[in-house]
T-cell receptor, first 117, second 109 residues
């Protein structure tokens, strides 16, 4: 199946710093990628839809200036958590759909555990 | 709206059968997914139903009734390694999956 690579797997940072998370589709092109956030023992909450070559679409309640998304190529989307605070500590997961197939299945990256001190 | 509901927790013993139910309400429905997620890991795909009926894949089966907005995941011959969170999600064509809160399944010996 299609492979989505996400990096880094975990990061610890100080409050006020910015953190960039990369999501790559390794063997397919993804014009659209999805970013989710998951707090402990809760489900995945969609944060935003990343669109190649255009602005991301954010879900209600997600601050676009805090969670910057860039999708500059067909295989790479990045999420930057700006001025991170302890409440931003969470598990962030990206996903993409292989448009080369008729399957609507989403493939997930391995996730990034962010801990803000 | 985006409403999807599943039980929070379930317990079962090794070798048993367990059924995890999921109900949903949405317009523009385009498929129902089940994912398995172990703590600290990304979800892994289990099944996909777009038409009514039962899809069987080894020990796991999934059922869908579009008219009732209802699906279930059936796990047979439970093993300890099946202890995980099971996420139900629906799809609107071309968009992200919308997930339920997940059902934590604990399998005991």
């Amino acid at each position: 199946g299609a492979v989505v690579s996400q990096h880094p797997s975990w990061v610890i940072c100080k409050s006020g710093t910015s953190v960039k998370i990369e999501c790559r589709s390794l063997d397919f092109q993804a014009t659209t990628m999805f970013w989710y956030r998951q707090f402990p023992k809760q489900s995945l909450m969609l944060m935003a839809t990343s669109n190649e070559g255009s602005k991301a679409t954010y879900e209600q309640g997600v601050e676009k200036d805090k969670f910057l998304i860039n999708h500059a190529s067909l295989t790479l989307s990045t999420l930057t958590v700006t001025s991170a605070h302890p409440e931003d500590s969470s598990f962030y997961i990206c996903s993409a759909r292989d448009l080369g197939t008729t399957n609507e299945k989403l493939f997930f990256g391995s996730g990034t555990q962010l801990s803000v001190l | 709206g985006q409403n999807i509901d599943q039980p929070t927790e379930m317990t079962a013993t090794e070798g048993a059968i367990v059924q995890i139910n999921c109900t949903y309400q949405t317009s523009g429905f385009n498929g129902l997914f089940w994912y398995q997620q172990h703590a600290g890991e990304a979800p892994t795909f289990l099944s996909y139903n777009v038409l009514d009926g039962l899809e069987e894949k080894g020990r796991f089966s999934s059922f869908l009734s579009r008219s009732k907005g209802y699906s279930y995941l059936l796990l047979k011959e439970l093993q300890m390694k099946d202890s995980a969170s099971y996420l139900c999600a629906y799809n609107q064509a071309g968009t992200a999956l919308i997930f339920g809160k997940g059902t934590t399944l604990s399998v005991s010996s």
